[in-house]
């Protein structure tokens, strides 16, 4: 049973800055990718960055600039680095682990952390 677990959501105001993590109970990362979507009240959930088994990235264009996600395999771990926060960037972010390692979403989800910025 694959368990994701985010951690580092919470508030912080226009400009600012957070950190989410989200640690994996898998056997090894280094085949899989992984995702960060989030999704707003009222709107339906988005892909805002992944990143392959390989390394390679991608982002929602809103983000680019200010976001960076980033994986430790050894720590079974995936990273979304968040500067620049805006109040659009308000939601649950959701981490998503993918066993086709590409930027479509995977089957596994972890519970959601709140991300709330303020103008």
């Known amino acids: 049973q694959v368990q994701l677990v985010e951690s580092g959501g919470g508030l912080v105001q226009a400009g600012g800055s957070l950190r989410l993590s989200c640690a994996a109970s898998?056997?090894?990362?280094?085949?899989?990718?992984m995702g960060w979507y989030r999704q707003a009240p009222g709107k339906q959930r988005e892909l805002v960055a992944a990143?392959?088994?390989?390394?390679?990235?991608t982002y929602v264009e809103s983000v680019k600039g200010r976001f960076t996600i980033s994986r430790d395999n050894g720590k079974k771990s995936v990273y979304l680095q968040m500067n620049s926060l805006k109040p659009d960037d308000t939601g649950v972010y959701y981490c998503?682990?993918?066993?086709?390692?590409?930027?479509?979403?995977?089957?596994?989800w972890g519970q959601g952390t709140q991300v709330t910025v303020s103008s």
């Open positions: 898998v056997t090894s990362l280094s085949l899989v990718a």
């Open positions: 990143i392959t088994a390989r390394g390679s990235t």
């Open positions: 998503n682990l993918n066993y086709r390692n590409n930027y479509d979403p995977g089957q596994y």
